[in-house]
């Protein structure tokens, strides 16, 4: 067999992108089929609903729980202050009073004369879902969300961190090669997605962080370096939810990796426009790739030809990365293509390549876990 298809990472100038925009619980769409957005456009929403504060209203009062509704100054429903009286007994020929307060503002939504607790929940927070691209709205999803659309140019890297920004693409390293530095990171790029060259250094990852750069792009990062920033190791699981200000992308893999110059080319074709950063990485089933999205003012007919034309093939001789363990980042060519199927460790059997690492040695690895590098 002398082709077979392998997705790989997506490096286009012009191509269509779709991004589905869903609530994590259903809510209301704003915006209908057809609607220009931006990607600060809120285009659905929903309510969280508040915790629930159970009150112990009768062991307060000292009463049985079925005493409980005869003391009640609320119902079910009502909406109480932090403070309000919730119930009140007499004694004494009503001399002396006994209350119990709301600890806390919310509505009244449960009354038990079994347990004698009075269930109070919190105000719901509202959740926005803005569009996070610059587009058109092609698909309302009635009570979730919508799908976005654009013509533009998308960049996937390898490995992310850091979640969905907007900021204007500022190319600061001079060349693929070089490393951005502490000394590279000045005030001025505060709100800007900077592009670098081979590595990023940690005191430059945390100096980027404090004067308020949105995004990084850079070839690679040593992962001592990431560790340190984000102050705990990186499992397996998705990345993007991390409590940081910032958002990194990294292109080609971990330690200092020359970015791709048709990446580094196509990065800095696009300086001074504004661009919508990812950082969530899945690299197991269900691949999601970190990415940066700019919207141009490009026909959808001319970016669908583009995105067909650069479908990828694997050939012999074919540069790939690999992109699992234990070969995670090595870059390689295609020796091999056997065309039966082979029968791996785990019990799973897949279509195989052969691969010629950069020390000469040969591995063989499923196909599914190579991407191809751009010539």
């Known amino acids: 067999m002398g ?49 629930m504060q159970s009150v112990k209203v009768a062991a307060q009062l000292g009463i049985d729980a079925d005493e409980l509704p005869g003391t009640l100054v609320v119902k079910e429903g009502d909406a109480v202050e932090k403070g309000q009286i919730l119930a009140a007994t ?53 009570g979730e969300g919508v799908i976005v659309e654009t013509a533009g140019a998308l960049i996937q890297g390898i490995f992310g961190v850091g979640g969905e920004r907007v900021g204007q693409v500022k190319v600061v390293s001079a060349t693929p090669e070089s490393n951005l530095t502490e000394a590279d990171i000045t005030p001025d790029l505060a709100g800007k997605i900077i592009i670098g060259g081979a590595n990023i250094s940690g005191a430059a990852l945390r100096k980027a962080s404090d004067v308020g750069v949105k995004g990084i792009i850079v070839g690679g990062i040593i992962d001592k370096d990431l560790i340190e920033f984000l102050g705990y190791d990186i499992g397996v699981a998705i990345t993007g939810h991390e409590n940081i200000n910032i958002t990194l992308v990294i292109t080609e893999g971990f330690g200092t990796i020359a970015m791709a110059r048709r990446t580094y080319e196509l990065l800095s074709s696009l300086e001074g426009k504004e661009g919508s950063i990812n950082g969530a990485t899945q690299i197991r089933a269900g691949v999601i790739r970190p990415e940066i999205i700019v919207p141009l003012a490009v026909d959808a007919v001319k970016a669908k030809a583009n995105e067909e034309q650069e479908a990828g093939n694997l050939s012999i001789g074919t540069p790939i990365r690999l992109i699992r363990e234990p070969y995670f980042g090595a870059l390689a060519t295609v020796s091999a293509l056997p065309p039966q199927l082979t029968k791996l460790e785990s019990g799973t059997v897949v279509r195989v390549l052969e691969a010629k690492l950069a020390d000469g040695s040969v591995v063989t690895v499923p196909r599914a876990n190579v991407e191809i590098m751009e010539q």
């Open 90 to 142: 007499k004694s004494f020929f009503g001399i002396f009073k006994t209350e119990v307060k709301s600890p806390l503002a919310g509505k009244v939504e449960t009354i038990s004369s079994v347990s004698g607790n009075v269930g109070i929940r919190q105000p719901s927070s509202p959740v926005d879902l803005t569009a996070y691209i610059s587009g058109k709205v092609s698909e309302v999803i009635a």
């Open 3 to 51: 082709n077979a298809y392998t997705p790989g990472l997506k490096v286009s100038p012009y191509t269509i992108v779709r991004r589905t925009r869903r609530l994590p619980l259903k809510g209301d769409v704003l915006v209908e089929a057809g609607s220009d957005v931006a990607p600060d456009t809120v285009v659905a929403r929903a309510a969280l609903p508040g915790l």
